[in-house]
């Protein structure tokens, strides 16, 4: 009986104990800490605060709805307890006949019957306005802090010891003046509002403000029409009008409009630009100006509201009203209605500006300009390296046309003979018809027929003459590389012509042909291509020696090949050995005991200047064969 006794004592003790943990969970909860010994509960300091906020729009509504994002943000941030916010709309505002107030105060107070908030925070004038004259039946005790609310909507007389306010001031005539002066040529101002019971009263006190500057522009009062008149209006205003937009909640027609819906659809057809004091309609459709700030005036809210959670008495928070701040202005707005910055007041900031295309595009155009440097660097190397070469090669030609006369020089050296033999011919047969025709003038009877044959002959004679001096003074002359359309044919048979009686008394054959009525026009120094064919023909020429026995000839044949057109010098010599055959038109290669190996290798120079080829070969039957390609004239 005992043992029962004791298990049934030590059952009851654990439930005991089960039971008092249960309750001190419970207690924790609440708020409340371990039981004193007078029986009372002791304030936890981690229990988490209860904060009420209380709209007057709505949580969603522009502009209130930015700051209350900006006071609880703050709070959350910088409070050390937990917070329990919790929200409310009033919505009675936004009708132009306010409904009854009973129903949500008495939602209020049965909602927060028992446990009150630790703080209550209106936003907004109409809030301010309920929670003064309901206090005393919901929050007789807690603390209230009216935020964002005009100074002229405060009832400073309702005010009590537990009572705060965070104002701001709006100034009228100041934000009128900003946008006279942002566009002096101003000569209207209309004024965009709703038709509730508040925005008639701000219509009123805009009126009594603006007095001073009626003798600077005209007003228009857009307060008491329907929203879509106002915005047939707002797309037909005359020059020189900006628009200043008040608020919307309520239009004269008794349409609600939300948020900054309304705004948006004035910016889309008006055809004058928009200002407004309001910063959370700043950056979307609004040129911009001095504006309340919404950060300046969240974090003050939260200063009070975190002091007098910290035991400060309320009264003792004093917050001066809030003007507006410093004034900035959407870049993009400026640009779209042509205003100047100059005209901004100083100390402005120009915001959302587009970047420019270096800002934007900073390294792609870095990039460019650097591979650009490169190249221009490049190009101005290439165009040093150009001239350079082109000096290079004015100055080979000049060299090449000094050696070429040179070489000139020794190859009519070994033509003296001929040049004799062909200058004697003629001169001696004119001075035998001379002497002829003197001896038939002293007769009686002159035959004066035959005397103007001699005459006849004297001046055939005299032009055979003059043409082998002019061939010699063309071959010998000394001129700078010249390029001109020339005739080939009629080039090389004038060389042939220096050189035939030079193969005549060497007993060999020099033959030339050229097909009948084939023009062969080429691009090119004729003295130069002159050389070309008397080095090749003098070399054939000493190619055949003279014990050779068998056909002793030299043969030059003109000829076409797709565009080119060939010089061919071929003889019946031996030849050239094979192993020459890849050096034959190297500098001083040659064959020849006394020989300087120049003359084939200036040939091949004066060919490659002319842009030709030059081709060493044997022929089948023996000898050996030149070819010379020069392109055809266009």
Same mark, same amino acid.
Request: aromatic share 6%.
């Given at each position: ?8 004592? @030590? ?24 039981? =004193?010994?007078?029986?009372?509960? %002791? *304030? =936890? ?17 522009? &502009? ?13 941030? #910088? ?18 006949? &306010? ?52 100074? /002229? ?11 705060? +306010? ?39 006190? *805009? ?6 500057? %009626? ?22 205003? &005359? ?25 948006? /659809? ?40 975190? /002091? ?38 100083? $100390? ?5 500006? !587009? ?32 001239? $350079?070469? #082109?000096?290079? !090669?004015?100055?080979?030609?000049? /060299? ?19 040049? @004799?033999? !062909? ?32 005459? @006849? ?29 020339? %005739? ?46 008397? =080095? ?19 043969? +030059? ?36 005991? !006394? ?40």
């Amino acid at each position: 009986m005992t043992g029962r006794n004791s298990v049934a004592s @030590a059952k009851r003790r654990v439930a005991e104990v089960a039971l008092l943990c249960l309750g001190l969970a419970v207690w924790s909860y609440l708020g409340v800490g371990p039981v =004193n010994a007078a029986g009372q509960g %002791e *304030v =936890n300091s981690r229990a988490p605060k209860r904060v009420l906020l209380l709209h007057s729009f709505g949580r969603d509504f522009l &502009p209130w709805s930015e700051y209350a994002r900006s006071i609880k943000t703050n709070l959350e941030q #910088r409070s050390p307890w937990p917070l329990d916010i919790q929200e409310h709309t009033l919505l009675t505002a936004r009708f132009t006949e &306010p409904g009854a107030e009973g129903p949500f105060v008495e939602y209020l107070r049965s909602m927060y019957q028992g446990r009150p908030p630790d703080i209550v925070m209106s936003i907004g004038g109409p809030a301010a306005g309920f929670v003064q004259k309901h206090r005393a039946e919901l929050f007789p005790n807690a603390p209230m802090v009216l935020t964002t609310v005009e100074e /002229r909507l405060i009832d400073r007389a309702s005010l009590t010891e537990r009572d705060t +306010v965070v104002s701001v001031r709006n100034d009228f005539v100041a934000a009128f003046r900003n946008a006279l002066q942002v566009l002096p040529d101003t000569r209207t101002i209309a004024l965009v509002i709703g038709a509730s019971a508040l925005e008639k009263f701000w219509l009123e006190e *805009v009126k009594k403000d603006v007095e001073p500057l %009626e003798d600077r522009v005209s007003f228009v009062w857009y307060g008491d029409l329907p929203f879509d008149e106002i915005l047939k209006r707002a797309s037909a205003l &005359p020059p020189h009008t900006v628009l200043f937009w008040g608020l919307m909640s309520v239009d004269a027609a008794g349409v609600v409009h939300d948020g900054d819906r309304a705004l948006h /659809r004035l910016r889309a057809v008006a055809n004058a630009p928009i200002f407004c004091f309001e910063e959370s309609f700043f950056g979307r459709d609004i040129v911009g100006g001095p504006m309340h700030s919404i950060p300046e005036l969240g974090e003050k809210t939260a200063d009070a509201a975190l /002091r007098i959670l910290g035991g400060e008495k309320p009264a003792d928070v004093k917050i001066e009203p809030i003007a507006y701040a410093a004034p900035k202005y959407d870049w993009r707005e400026l640009q779209r209605w042509g205003i100047s910055e100059s005209n901004l007041p100083k $100390g402005s900031e120009v915001l959302f500006r !587009e970047p420019g295309i270096w800002k934007e595009h900073r390294w792609q155009l870095a990039l460019i300009a650097a591979v650009i440097l490169i190249q221009a660097g490049l190009i101005s190397g290439l165009l040093h390296e150009r001239r $350079g070469r #082109r000096l290079a !090669e004015v100055e080979s030609r000049e /060299r090449l046309a000094e050696l070429a006369h040179v070489n000139r020089y020794a190859a009519v050296g070994e033509l003296t003979a001929s040049i @004799a033999h !062909e200058l004697n011919q003629p001169l001696g047969s004119i001075l035998t018809n001379a002497e002829t025709a003197e001896l038939m003038l002293r007769g009686t009877a002159p035959d004066l027929v035959e005397i103007g044959e001699i005459l @006849a002959d004297i001046r055939r004679d005299d032009q055979r003459a003059g043409e082998v001096i002019r061939r010699l003074r063309s071959v010998l002359k000394k001129a700078p590389f010249e390029i001109k359309d020339i %005739e080939l044919n009629e080039t090389v048979r004038e060389a042939i012509g220096l050189v035939g009686d030079v193969a005549a008394r060497r007993n060999i054959a020099l033959a030339f042909y050229a097909p009948p009525e084939m023009e062969l026009h080429v691009k090119g120094d004729p003295v130069q291509l002159q050389q070309v064919v008397l =080095n090749l023909i003098l070399n054939a020429l000493e190619a055949i020696s003279e014990s050779q026995a068998g056909k002793r000839e030299v043969s +030059v044949t003109m000829g076409r090949s797709a565009d080119s057109a060939e010089i061919r010098v071929g003889d019946t010599g031996p030849g050239i050995a094979v192993a020459d055959l890849k050096t034959i038109f190297e500098p001083f290669f040659t064959t020849k005991p !006394e020989g300087m190996g120049m003359g084939l290798a200036i040939v091949r120079t004066i060919v490659e200047a002319h842009h030709g080829t030059i081709s060493a070969e044997n022929q089948p039957f023996g000898g050996a064969l030149f070819t010379v390609r020069l392109p055809i004239a266009s």
